[in-house]
Nanobody, 126 residues
Framework: QVQLVESGGGLVQAGGSLRLSCTPS????????MGWFRQAPGKGREFVAA??????TNYADSVQGRFTISRDNAKTVYLQMNSLKPEDTAIYYC?????????????????????WGQGTQVTVSS
């Protein structure tokens, strides 16, 4: 079992920045790809960014150039969000995939992930 805890959400004005963190616990040695997804009110869950153990990254077009995903040796994953827009408002979820060397396209597919956090709210005011 793997548990994921997100933190760092909050309220920010458009153009501002936030940094989200996702700290895993439990069988962390089994984690390979870590990802961030988000769900806005009335919408489905969408991919934001992901990073593999070899540090290969994948970003949604909507956040490319504004968001940066990273991970440290303790497998905590970060999402640095700059130039935030009101349309970035959503609950942000961290996810962990135990499958080794997931291919680039699969990194963006939510069904590929095995464990999910409870989410953290990000609200961007205009």
């Amino acid at each position: 079992q793997v548990q994921l805890v997100e933190s760092g959400g909050g309220l920010v004005q458009a153009g501002g920045s936030l940094r989200l963190s996702c700290t895993p616990s439990g069988r962390t040695f089994s984690i390979n790809t870590m990802g961030w997804f988000r769900q806005a009110p009335g919408k489905g869950r969408e991919f934001v960014a992901a990073i593999r153990t070899d540090f290969r990254t994948n970003y949604a077009d909507s956040v490319q150039g504004r968001f940066t995903i990273s991970r440290d040796n303790a497998k905590t994953v970060y999402l640095q969000m700059n130039s935030l827009k009101p349309e970035d408002t959503a609950i942000y979820y961290c996810a962990a995939d135990l499958h080794y060397n997931r291919d680039y396209a699969a990194m963006a597919r939510s069904p590929e992930y095995d464990y999910w956090g409870q989410g953290t709210q990000v609200t961007v005011s205009s």
